[in-house]
Structure formats: C-alpha cells, structure tokens
C-alpha cells in the first residue's frame, strides 16, 4: 500500500468516526498532566532551553530516550491503527515521560490550518493557500497566518505544529506548490520564517519542511534529485536558510526524495554539514511519514526522530545500535537533546496548551484579511473592474460550484470543512484527493454587493447553457479552478475539465468577461487576449468569496503581486514535461506510480523562476512580482547608499484611490558571478493615498548579494559593480543604480 492509499483508507474512515470518537474529546490532554515540579531542576524557567534539556537528559534511561526518537505509529493516519489516548488526533504523537514532567509531543499537519478539526468535532479556520498569502510579500501577514494556526492547535490542545513548507517552485506543476511560497528563495524564506514564527508566538512547536529539494511529487520517494552544491546553496536550500534564520524552528522536516544518491533522511550533507553545522540549526529533525530508510545510517547522518514511528528503525534497533556502540550514546543524547531543548524553548512544559473553543469569526476575519492581500489582479481591460452596477445590471457567476463555496487544496494539507464539502455535501468531512469546497459563497457574497442587479448561475458543466447565461447579461464572471494535491503533480499547465473551452465560449457569448481562478500554482491561459478581466486568487480559504467581493466591487484595492512565474505553455520551463510522467497524456492528476530515477536540475541550477525566464530570454505570460492595482503608482529617484548597502528611493500614488503598491529591488550581481539574471533583493509594501508621495529606504538582503563559494564553504561578496533596478515587478524596473563594492 502506497502512503497516500494508506491516507485514502483514512479519509473514508474519517467521514464515518468524526463523530463516533467525538466522545473522546474529554480524554486528558497533556495539558493536563501537572507532575511534582518541586525536586524537578530543569523546571526552572531562569535557565536556559540547553541547560534545563541537560538536566533532564541526566535522569532519563536509555529506554526513556528511545521513546523521544520515533512516533508511536501511523495513528488516525491509518484505518485500524491505534492511536494513543493522548495523542489529540494529530498526524504524530511522541510518548512524554511523565515522571519528568516532559510532556508528549502532538506533531499535527497544518500547512494552511489544522488538519482533522472533524476527529473530535473541532474547528479549524481554512487560511488561503500559503503561496496565496506569498502574494501579499507582507511579513506581518504571514506572521499572522501563523499565529491563527499556533492560536488554534493551542485550543485543540495541541503543541506542534507540522506545517512550514518552503520547497521552491523549481516544477511549476508540483501538486504542492500551494502548500509553499513560490519561486523566490528570499521572498519564500522571509514569507515562511515570518509564518512560523507567528505559530512559534502561541507556545506550540514549529517546524519547517520537506527538506529538501522534494521539488516534485511525482515519484518522491524514489525521486533522485541531482544538482550542484552552489546552485543548490542559492536556490532550494537558501529558501530553507532564510526561513530557518527567521523562525528557528523546533524542527526541521526531512523529505521522502534521495539527493545525490542518498535519502534526505539519511543525508550526512543535507543534515549534518549544512543544517546542523552551517545553518546551526539547533532544533531536531524529524523524519517525513515513512521517509526513515536505515538505523545507523540515519541516526550518524543526522536524523534525529523518526516519524510516524512504526517502521521500526528509531525504537528497538537504534537500541541496539546504542548498546552494541554502532550509534553513540552521545548521538542518542544529541538527538534528545534537540528535542527537549525545542519544548523548553518554545514554552510547551512551562506553559502547556489548555483546551479551549476556537473562535471561528476571529478566524474567518483573519483569513479574509489574508485573502484580500493576496488577490492577484492580473488582467484589467477598459477598467472592467471594479464593477459598477445598477438596477439593470445582470452578472452570470459561471463555474466551479461559485454557488456555494471556494476550492481548497487537498492531502495532508487538508482542512475538514464545516458542515462537509460544500460542493457535494454526501461527501463529508476531510479528504486526500476529493476536491473540498469551503462553505464561502461568490454567489452570494456578489449578490449582496449588488443587491439590486441580477444575479444568476450556471455550473459550467454545459457549455452551451453557460455561453447563453453569459449572452443575456451585462459581465459574466467565469470560475475556474485547478484542483492540486500531495502525493502527485499536474501533467500540463493547462487547466483541467475542459475549463479553457468553457472560458473561450463565455467570452464568445459575453466581451465583458472576467475570470477568477482556484488554483494550486501557475496555469496556462490560451483565452486571455479574449476576456476583459483576470483574478487570480489562488485557494482563498475560508473567508475568500468575501474577500474577492471586496475586490471585485472595489470595496478593497487589489495589492497581491504573482511569487511564481506564469508560463504560457511547458515549452518554456526548463523541464518541459514532468520528470517521471513522459508519455503520460494530460488528465485529471492522479499519483503515477514510476520507478526510482533522477531529476537533473544541473542545466538550470539556480535559475529557478523569474532567473530562469530571464536568462533565457522568454517571454512568460506573466511576471514574478506582477500585479495590478485599481489606481497606479510612479516610481523616482533611486539612490545607492554603498556603505550601508542600503537603497533610497520614491513611490506616488498617480491615481484616485488609496492603494498599497509592493515595491520590489532586484539586484544583478558583477560580471565575475556568471549570472545572467537579476536577483530579488528588497521589497516594501507601501500604502499610499491619492497623490501622496513616500520615500522608501531599504537594506539589500545580504544573501541577495553573495555567491556561495564551495571552496570555501561559505557566502563570499564579490568585489565590483552590482546593477541595482526598482519598480513595480521583476519584467518592469524602470529606476536603475550601481552599488559599489570594493
Ligand atoms: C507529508 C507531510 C505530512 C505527513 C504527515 C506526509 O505524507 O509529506 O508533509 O506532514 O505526511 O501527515
């Protein structure tokens, strides 16, 4: 049985115990386990996270430190297999040792919420998807977006979560995308850093993953991905760089892939040399579910838990491997160490969670304020929105159940939905591959910014019913959607079900077309020259209708900006085809099962995104960093400051609406860097009323302006001229500077 037919079996079980266990829900959380702390050292809060953790590791028995090195199973994960009476449903449950006062450890999947809010009648707040929020480039929103996440596993009476995925997008089709934060390691790394970091501010444990280079889904457990240590250090892995400088994460998720020939479990260079060592990472690293490959290997190469556990290597083998000298005992104690230090660190022994009801209003306004900020508007002919109307007006909402509710992205990603899939109530709560709809309505949220003009629908199913909707109103408003899941990637680009058709004949029927699209990454869009309006608005969560009713009525300015770049076509990309689905016709996604084989990423190396377009010199269909505003906005006066490695420059707003434009500075380093791309290297959101005028001063990241020296192991800043550009987006720079470095 494959892992995600392992999580299928589940997600039927789901449907069926989310209530039957929900009688459970009085069972003690660890919250609740309140030992004798007064002969207990470690619980003195004026030492630090590594002393206390040392004063514990000098009571434990070797059988206690075994049992904080792996889970105690697959759990909820898999139908019939037991779960701890403790564990809160959660994707992982480490044992605690009591008698210590150390209590377990709740590892639960929330990339874009918690996971199994239905497990025991609980509720989870959908926040959009996390490259959705990417498009805000706005820290204090994703701080946010965290906090929403740590503030409601608290309620669960949960303590980590297992969320922070910042795998770049190197394959623009990976099912996971959504679950990331696109293309730019900086931006990708600032924007999950600053996430994790927001759950971190709630007591609970974070963590950041897949680590790393688990770029695509297709084949990813036998996936070999090869690529160069510098380009690897520049791209992929300094997305996990940034992230992991900004949240010092409890833990640090290790992939299902191999790298250079050896699992990333298992990987001595991947976890020892540059995590642990050059990163100084000094939480643990816990593997992905089933992603544990060997004992000794593993525990010498730096794996520090094995997770969900029963695959038996980190329980009684490593044991043995302690006791007959194979494993150190100072490794065993290193990997304890990690763990414990985590849970002093984080607050999860001083200050446990508590059980509690999650406030969903709080959550709902959270997640529509995220929303707003993450709305692309991509395409705005003859100013078609916002909209106006009147008494006589007529909008056909077509598509992708636009009735009831907005998509969300499925796996171990996914949040249960109140009241059941919105789409196909039948179907009931969570699920790996169904395509979940949340319970927040366009229709509706259109009809009541339009009270007195016409509002009808169509499902887009027909074709022809939904061309003629369109032709007998004033702006049809086509949805559409691109379902994306764990476990497998999209064939092409384009969207599935026969969406383009459906777009193609609406605009034929209607030339006041707009279109929104639900989607987990980029897609093609072969009918853009055909319709007014573009929205991209990527998987909205729970309060999405209600955000993008603000946009589309003008109520809020779009201010999203694209962190991934939109091909026209695979042509473009560096792999045309999906490595491992060659010859596999495009349909809907499904998981392809392919034999162990390598991704060569070497001929693009860093070039992930925007680099690769640029160097190439192709055309995307649309930029990274594009996005457009009801209002516009006039870039001047860019300055260098050399010494501080700082740049000065002024933003106006030209038009009549207060905006927030997403300045952006890219840097292009000297000649002896061989690159032929620019590098993003600032950004600010800047709030501007009608006319108003700011200066805007900002520092050039650092690692935006250094190569990685593999000689000597390190980030080396080039001597010479650095081409520095500001302006709206990576395709429009229009200020140009040099920064000089000696
Ligand atoms: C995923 C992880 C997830 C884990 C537990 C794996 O299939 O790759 O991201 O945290 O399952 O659900």
Known sequence: ????????????????????????????????????????????????????????????????????????????????????????????????????????????????????????????????????????????????????????????????????????????????????????????????????????????????????????????????????????????????????????????????????????????????????????????????????????????????????????????????????????????????HRILRSMFAAGVVDDPPVRTVVDPFRGRDDAQHIAEESIVLLKNSDHILPLKTSASSSIAIIGSHADVGVLSGGGSAQVDAPGGNAADPKAGGSGWTEHIYFPSSPLKNIQAHAPHASVRYADGVDVAAAAQLAKSSTVAIVFVNQPMQEGMDAVTLSLPDNQDALVEAVAKANPNTIVVIENGGPVSMPWVEHVKGVVEMWYPGIGGAQALANILFGDVNPSGKLPVTFAKDESQLPHPVVPGLEGVPPGPNKEHTVGPFDVNYNSEGARVGYKWFESTNKQPLFPFGFGLSYTTYAYSGLTVDDAKRTVHFTVRNTGKQEGTEIAQVYVALPATAKENYKRLAAWQRVKLAPGESKEVTLPLHPLSLTVFNTDQNGWQLLPGEYNVTAGPSSSDTPLKATLHVQ
């Not at 434990?60 to 792996?70: A, F």
């Not at 990976?174 to 900086?186: S, T």
């Not at 540059?274 to 643990?284: A, C, H, M, T």
């Open 1 to 336: 049985m494959s892992f995600s037919q392992q999580f299928r079996s589940f997600s039927a079980l789901s449907i069926v115990v989310g209530f039957a266990v929900a009688s459970l829900s009085s069972l003690p959380a660890h919250a609740q386990v309140k030992p004798d702390t007064s002969k207990m050292p470690w619980m003195n809060k004026a030492l630090s996270p590594d002393e206390r953790a040392d004063l514990v590791l000098g009571q434990m028995t070797l059988d206690e430190k075994i049992q904080m090195v792996h889970g105690t199973g697959w759990g909820v994960l898999r139908a019939g297999d037991p779960v701890p009476a403790k564990s809160n449903f959660a994707a992982g449950y480490m044992e605690g040792i009591e008698r210590l006062g150390i209590p377990g450890i709740d590892l639960a999947d929330s990339a874009v919420g918690a996971r199994m809010a239905a497990y025991q009648s609980r509720y989870a707040t959908l926040l959009p998807s996390t490259l959705g929020a990417a498009s805000s480039w706005d820290p204090d929103s994703a701080f946010l977006y965290g906090s929403v996440i740590g503030r409601e596993l608290r309620a669960w009476g949960s303590n980590m979560t297992i969320g922070g995925g910042v795998n770049i997008t190197r394959e623009p089709r990976n099912g996971r995308n959504f679950e990331y934060a696109g293309e730019d390691p900086i931006l990708a790394g600032t924007m999950t850093g600053n996430l994790e970091k927001g759950v971190f501010s709630q007591h609970v444990m974070n963590d950041i993953k897949h680590y790393a280079l688990n770029d695509q889904e297709t084949g990813r457990t036998v996936v070999n991905a090869l690529l160069d240590k510098k380009a690897l250090r520049e791209s992929d892995m300094l997305a996990f760089e940034v992230s992991i400088a900004i949240a010092e994460p409890s833990a640090v998720m290790c992939s299902y892939n191999l790298y250079e020939g050896d699992h990333a479990c298992e990987n001595d260079y991947l976890l020892n040399e540059v995590l642990k060592k050059d990163f100084k990472f000094k939480g643990w690293v816990v593997s992905d579910w089933g992603a544990t490959h060997s004992t000794v290997k593993s525990a010498l190469n730096g794996l520090d838990q094995e997770m969900p556990g029963d695959e038996n290597y980190f329980n009684a083998p490593l044991k043995k491997a302690v006791e007959g000298g194979q494993v150190p005992t100072a490794r065993l104690d290193d990997m304890v």
